[in-house]
């Protein structure tokens, strides 16, 4: 068997530990899904006079909006991947695609918190509750278009992070949703010191730090800002379900974002710690 060269152990370690993140976020999703939303919802069967399938709608919808994204997100790269690369790369390339809907879900549900969601509640049931889908259908067209240009290109061997298209995307819809948080603060005019810090100062100091640390591979300017992105996706998707796990028995955002640092600490020394040597 042909030895690895050091930039293929660089690759290969990295595709593993992003693998292991992103199944661990999957895993604490669904636990999450499934304790606050479905144990919840489910036990209203048993009160009376309830319209069952109207519970059990609101369920489907319910758990297909927290979930969906990121699963068909992941079937998509998957798919999209040459089998040339092997069943890591199809992996990775599965958990890339679902850290780029969270970003898609996440500006897409702030986008649609106004004049969409007004019209979506306008309308009778079932199909108010059917409409909430409709940030799933806009994410899986972003990223099956992505995902089909990608799976035609002449370059097969070429990994997901390193897809132009692929990197617009992601990197465009962290920064549109930076930009949609920030300009609604200063639009209303509303204290902005803490959503300035959250929304600006700490994505800039995180992506500096990562973009410093993960300076060997990819080679690319715009790779290496793309990995960058996924440090920092790293760190606000441990805050945002620590917070949703937590959430009962701690409201304050300090605690959820101390551990998503110390969460995206590790994950930045796993993956820089072998290019360091």
Avoid: C
């Amino acid at each position: 068997m042909k030895k690895m060269t050091k930039k293929q152990r660089i690759i290969a370690e990295r595709q593993r530990i992003t693998i292991l993140f992103g199944y661990g976020f999957f895993a604490i999703l669904l636990l999450i899904v499934l304790w606050q939303t479905v144990v919840p919802w489910a036990a209203m069967f048993l009160e009376p006079g309830v319209i069952k399938h109207n519970v059990a709608l609101t369920v489907v919808a319910l758990a297909s909006v927290a979930v969906l994204p990121s699963l068909m997100a992941y079937i998509i790269g998957d798919r999209s991947t040459s089998k040339r690369l092997g069943a890591r790369a199809h992996q990775y390339n599965g958990v890339m695609f679902g850290f780029a809907a969270y970003w898609l879900s996440l500006f897409l549900a702030m986008a649609g918190s106004g004049s969409i969601n007004t019209f979506r509640l306008s309308l009778p049931q079932p199909w108010s509750i059917i409409a909430m889908a409709w940030p799933i259908v806009a994410i899986i067209a972003i990223l099956a278009a992505v995902a089909i240009a990608y799976s035609r290109k002449k370059r097969p061997s070429t990994l997901i992070i390193d897809y132009r298209p692929f990197q617009l995307v992601f990197i465009g819809s962290i920064v549109a949703t930076f930009v949609y948080v920030l300009s609604g603060q200063l639009y209303t005019f509303s204290t902005i010191g803490v959503i300035t810090f959250i929304y600006v100062v700490l994505p800039l100091l995180v992506g500096l730090i990562s973009y410093r640390f993960l300076d060997v591979i990819p080679e690319t300017q715009m790779g290496r800002i793309t990995l960058s992105g996924v440090a920092l996706t790293v760190l606000f998707v441990a805050v945002t379900l620590t917070g949703q796990l937590l959430y009962e028995f701690n409201q304050n955002p300090v605690l959820p974002l101390i551990i998503g640092v110390f969460v995206w600490a590790a994950f930045l020394w796993t993956m820089s710690r072998k290019s360091l040597k």
